[in-house]
């Protein structure tokens, strides 16, 4: 089986700043890692994902994520939030040959002026 | 392209009622999947389709639940009776099976039904 964690349930963060949400995975096989987004009263989109290749992965919104093997981790970055940025962040993770996935428990992050 | 849609959007129900919720995945994808998320907590699998079939229904949480999909299109989950621990977020998303690894599709989320059982 497997799991996520989310070591922050609430980020506050200033516009400008930079910010970083945590994620670690366990897992026996090898998984499929994704960032999902929720903004307010909207359903979760796909921020990026990690399937293979390299290991830092980019958003077309400035977020970026790194998969570290030997730390089971999937960090997301970004330097600079901006306020249309605050949501609720949730790290997933799916079986290669898997059809469910498995969430942490979410970061809401609030961008403050 | 429309995404995927759910109804209601919110429903607020006593204890002992019958609740159905409705999603309609996008258009062409087989793959339909419903997922929950109870206040505080993580968001849970719940089951999966394949077109009309139920593929995987591993995290449906008791007999109080029953999903169909009747003729592959949309799908409805109803609890009946509800419970207070029914409570939550329930989610439908969809996926278009294009490769050899399922993992590998992108599974697309409708906007929750947010249940409430008093």
């Known amino acids: 089986a497997q799991s996520v964690t989310q070591l922050d349930s609430q980020v506050p963060v200033f516009e400008e700043a930079p910010v970083e949400l945590r994620c670690n995975y366990s897992s026996s096989v090898s998984v499929y890692l994704f960032w999902y987004v929720q903004y307010p009263n909207q359903g979760l989109q796909l921020l990026l994902k990690?399937?293979?290749?390299?290991?830092l992965v980019e958003s077309i919104n400035g977020f970026e994520a790194e998969f570290n093997k030997s730390q089971t981790s999937f960090h997301l970055r970004k330097p600079s939030v901006h306020i249309s940025d605050t949501a609720e962040y949730f790290c997933a993770v799916i079986k290669a040959a898997g059809n469910k996935l498995t969430f942490g428990g979410g970061t809401r992050v609030l961008v403050k002026p | 392209e429309a995404g995927v849609t759910q109804f209601p959007s919110h429903s607020v129900i006593e204890k002992g009622q019958t609740v159905t919720l409705r999603c309609d995945p996008i258009?062409?994808?087989?793959?339909l999947y419903w997922y929950r998320r109870v206040m505080g907590k993580e968001i849970k699998f719940l089951l999966h389709?394949?077109?009309?079939?139920?593929?995987?229904e591993s995290g449906m949480p008791n007999n109080r639940f029953l999903a169909e999909r009747t003729g592959g299109t949309y799908s409805t989950l109803k609890v009946q009776p509800a419970e207070l621990e029914d409570s939550g977020v329930y989610f439908c998303?969809?996926?278009?099976?294009?490769?050899?690894?399922?993992?590998?599709?992108?599974?697309?989320f409708g906007p929750g039904t947010r249940l409430t059982v008093l």
């Open positions: 258009s062409g994808h087989d793959n």
């Open positions: 998303a969809s996926s278009h099976r294009t490769s050899g690894s399922p993992g590998v599709d992108e599974q697309f």
């Open positions: 990690y399937l293979s290749g390299s290991t």
């Open positions: 389709f394949v077109k009309e079939s139920k593929q995987d």
